[in-house]
């Protein structure tokens, strides 16, 4: 049976902190602080299968006994929150956002928003920004975990009792394999899907079961404390939010958490007992609820009022520590203690009736939504642009790789054939240079090849997922080499260091192309265009676009527009085309936004884009 640690409360503590200052204004200074989650797998490991073996050896382990503890610890808190993300969303979203909401609070209350959220976003969905309960998707795995895992572990202890560590260390590193083998051609999954990450628990349950030799010598454990405070500080400073991650990345902060957790087995350490601290504790028994509560306040209060400052970012933490601190006393507290008068089976069942009661409650409001507001179909349409479909304007999937593909998918015959009396024209970069590839096929006269990844930049020794690098390297590398194209044309999310790389890149591609030209950064918003657009009609006040533009971009426009020339390459500002004189375009010519999120454009936004630069491309002005 495990006892209560005080130090893991301040485990629970950071991680939790960690989270919501990455999410929530600090991930300048906590770029990795996503790896919070992380560690709460470990300690959740940790924790629960200490208590179901010890339950086992006893001999009085119950999974109706198991799975009331999980009810009356997960269910209320996650139940008011489901009821105030959409009561917050009929008051401050439009009705066709609501519905939104709803469909992912029932994914959610099912158990299954990891698997709804990875198979229904595509790498372009800007809702996902928007998605008040995106944090359920870790719920939602640890819950799938643990619908298996304490019955496996009971069959094991009872029936194959010797084989229970080796099987658990071969599931553990299985796992690990997995996420490392995925995530290189499938980050999105590797992200969200319990096989995944299941090894991440696993690692919490290893230590729970004894399968790491206690330490035996004080400065042992206290050089293990340190070690594990150091993973986690890399693990926090070095990954941001381009690194290709979980995997093998995870895995410091996830050994660091074991570390902290091993070595505060042999007794308190000074790591420990500054973890063991009273305001580490009392956040890290709050700390389910700061989880549960800071992002949907984040996403749906930035509706009222925008954080933009790192003084509000630190004052809507403490906000976000208050309303925590209630919801535990209020609403955790009173349902954590088990009622003698009341079997397990009947309290579990009690649970499951209150989630669907709120099933039928979310399922309900956006109809009372919809009825209530009567906001204009022209502002629905609008906002509903964000759920833009661009697949098929990019040929995702073939010439165009997102998170869901591999390299094996790239057609190179299709896109990549030259054609014998047409100029050939070579779209090389990201998603940034894919939504070029509509505008460009429209022009007359040219054969356009497409080779492009999602978060891929086109620059000299690209980093990133399989995907990303071995296209890359296949066309600077092989195919342009050995066929020589007319143009190629460099565009991506440029990044303000990019232009080493780039300059680098620029020089290899002149070698094999009569002409380079580079797309710059074009206007991006701090949030979905269609969504400004939206609330501004409905609003009436036109200049709330300008507000939510990203100033930066336009500097990095300067920039290498002062710099590509010298190159050799021609230099399009893209930025300048789509805001001439700071006044950008914001809607194409069938009334719809030109771009579906913060910086794509519609298919009529690329032909639009295209056209108004096309005197500037070599291959359009012969």
């Not at 070690?227 to 939010?241: E, K, P, Q, T």
């Not at 890149?505 to 979905?528: K, L, M, N, S, T």
């Not at 230099?571 to 809607?587: E, F, G, K, Q």
Request: with cysteine; glycine share 6%; hydrophobic share 50%.
């Amino acid at each position: 049976m495990i006892r209560y640690r005080d130090d893991i409360d301040g485990l629970r503590a950071v991680a939790a902190l960690l989270v919501v200052a990455f999410h929530c204004g600090f991930a300048k200074f906590v770029p990795g602080g996503f790896v919070g989650v992380d560690i709460f797998f470990v300690i959740s490991g940790y924790l629960i299968t200490g208590i179901v073996h010890g339950e086992v050896q006893a001999g009085r382990f119950s999974l109706w006994q198991f799975y009331e503890r999980r009810v009356r610890r997960i269910f209320p808190a996650l139940i008011a929150v489901y009821v105030a993300v959409l009561l917050a969303s009929f008051v401050l979203l439009f009705p066709g956002e609501t519905a939104q909401q709803a469909k992912n609070a029932t994914a959610s209350i099912l158990f299954v928003s990891n698997v709804y959220f990875y198979l229904g976003t595509d790498y372009f969905d800007s809702a996902s920004r928007f998605n008040a309960l995106l944090h359920t998707w870790s719920i939602s795995v640890e819950e799938q975990f643990y619908l298996l895992f304490p019955p496996l572990l009971a069959l094991l202890h009872r029936r194959f009792r010797a084989a229970l560590k080796p099987l658990i260390a071969i599931l553990l590193v299985a796992s690990l394999i997995l996420s490392a083998w995925r995530v290189h051609h499938d980050a999105s999954a590797a992200f969200y899907l319990v096989q995944y990450r299941a090894w991440e628990l696993m690692i919490g349950a290893a230590l729970a079961l004894g399968m790491v030799p206690a330490a035996r010598q004080r400065w042992v454990a206290e050089a293990g404390a340190v070690v594990g405070v150091a993973l986690i500080v890399g693990s926090v400073l070095l990954l941001d939010r381009d690194s290709l991650f979980p995997g093998l990345a995870a895995a410091p902060a996830c050994i660091g958490a074991a570390c902290l957790i091993w070595s505060g087995m042999a007794g308190r350490t000074l790591v420990g007992r500054g973890l063991g601290l009273p305001p580490a504790r009392f956040v890290g028994r709050i700390s389910y609820s700061l989880y549960l509560w800071h992002w949907p306040l984040w996403v749906l209060g930035g509706q009222v009022h925008e954080i933009k400052s790192i003084t509000g970012s630190a004052a809507f933490i403490l906000l976000a520590l208050l309303v925590a601190a209630v919801s535990w006393r209020w609403i955790e507290q009173p349902f954590r203690g088990r009622n003698p008068a009341t079997p397990p089976r009947q309290a579990v069942w009690i649970g499951v009736a209150a989630m669907l009661t709120t099933l039928t409650f979310v399922v309900a409001v956006p109809f009372a939504a919809r009825a209530y507001w009567q906001v204009p179909a022209q502002i629905e349409r609008v906002g509903a642009f964000v759920r833009y479909r661009a697949a098929s304007n990019s040929r995702a999937g073939l010439c165009f790789l997102t998170t869901h593909d591999e390299f094996a998918t790239f057609d190179r015959d299709r896109c990549l054939r030259l054609s014998p009396t047409k100029p050939n024209v070579l779209l090389l970069g990201d998603s940034h240079a894919a939504h070029f590839y509509r505008g460009l096929a429209a022009l007359n006269g040219i054969n356009v090849l497409q080779a492009n990844a999602s978060g891929c930049r086109p620059v000299a020794d690209p980093m990133g997922e399989a995907r990303c690098t071995a296209l890359m390297r296949y066309v600077t590398d092989d195919f342009l080499p050995n066929h020589r194209v007319d143009t190629v044309i460099l565009s991506a999310l440029w990044r303000d260091d990019d232009w080493p790389a780039l300059q680098r890149q620029i020089a290899r591609v002149r070698r094999y192309a009569d002409h380079v030209v580079v797309f710059g950064p074009i206007a991006e918003y701090d949030r979905a265009l269609p969504r400004i657009l939206a609330d501004a009609l409905y609003r009436r006040v036109p200049s709330i676009v300008d507000r939510h533009r990203i100033a930066s971009r336009r500097t990095l426009d300067a920039m290498l527009a002062a710099r590509v020339p010298a190159t050799g390459a021609t230099y399009v500002s893209t930025y300048r085309a789509l805001c001439p004189n700071d006044r950008c375009t914001l809607w194409t010519d069938d009334g719809n936004p030109i771009q579906f999120d913060y910086g794509h454009l519609t298919a009529r936004g690329s032909r639009l884009m295209i056209d108004r630069v096309r005197p500037q491309l070599p291959f359009a002005t012969r």
